[in-house]
């Protein structure tokens, strides 16, 4: 009797155990969701939690698992939450935002693809229209976007359509995924494919709105992530609090053995 208490007692401290690990890792989440809020674009890690088996414990050290005691032990689940954030107006010309879907291409210091919806666009030495970081923004066919030297003010309209001086000289590119959770991984910087051989299609012109002279604020909300940081905390106490009974009842449990033999 005594050796099956003490096997759910212990059972009971690696569930606590798990839950404890996995609280740690939603308030890195949640912290970093919160620091990057002030991102154009940014899109925010959602998370959530399940209970599985994770596993078996026996009632005796001496059967091997035989007559086992089934353990639950929660798993966190995250994913990227890709829900558009609100526009906003600033009336900068070398600011732009996605309305529906799409994320603008960017091509990296590597040459690789970073997808994106941070519209923030300067232009550089050479004419080419970059992020702030240098990445080049790509046009509908993949390739830089080359303006005018010496050129006026760019205009651009709801299909992407680059116009200076009265010459359209581009069109921004909009790129799609059939399934953007699957087919996409976060990095510093955006979005890249997870897997070699994942290729956007060109999105259609009625997939998407390009609005100039606005920005996609983050889809953080800073209350809703202030309160799942309260409910971490609790839950991280309440796990504590857990594990400290349990101890107790070891500790009570060795002194009772050890005065009956």
């Known amino acids: 009797m005594g050796n099956a208490r003490n096997s759910r007692v212990n059972l009971s401290l690696f569930e606590n155990a798990s839950a404890l690990r996995g609280l740690e890792q939603y308030q890195n989440i949640i912290a970093n969701n919160i620091a990057a809020s002030h991102v154009a674009g940014f899109k925010k890690v959602a998370v959530s939690f399940e209970a599985v088996e994770g596993g078996e414990i026996a009632r005796s050290t001496h059967d091997r698992l035989r007559n086992e005691m089934p353990g639950s032990f929660p798993v966190m689940k995250n994913q990227v939450d890709y829900h558009e954030g609100e526009m906003k107006e600033t009336n900068n010309p070398m600011d732009m935002a996605l309305r529906g879907d799409g994320f603008f291409s ?3 210091n590597n040459g690789d693809a970073v997808y994106t919806r941070d519209g923030q666009f300067y232009i550089d030495a050479d004419g080419v229209m970059v992020n702030s970081m240098g990445h080049q923004f790509a046009d509908a066919g993949g390739n830089v976007i080359q303006t005018l030297p010496g050129g006026g003010d760019l205009t651009i309209d709801k299909e992407g359509l680059i116009f200076q001086d009265g ?10 995924f059939q399934d953007p959770l699957m087919n996409l991984q976060k990095v510093g910087g955006g979005f890249i494919a ?19 002279g606005y920005l996609e604020s983050s889809n953080v909300s800073a209350i809703q992530e202030m309160i799942g940081l309260i409910e971490v905390s609790r839950a991280h106490e309440a796990n504590q609090k857990m594990i400290q009974a349990f101890d107790q009842n070891i500790g009570k449990a060795i002194g009772t053995l050890g005065q009956t033999q």
Do not use: C, R, S
């Not at 010459?167 to 799609?176: E, K, L, P, S």
């Not at 290729?199 to 009625?206: C, F, G, K, M, N």
């Open 167 to 176: 010459q359209n000289i581009a069109q921004v590119g909009v790129f799609v």
């Open 194 to 212: 997870k897997e070699d051989g994942v290729e956007p299609e060109l999105a259609e012109v009625d997939q998407f709105t390009l609005m100039q």
């Open 106 to 108: 960017l091509m990296n």
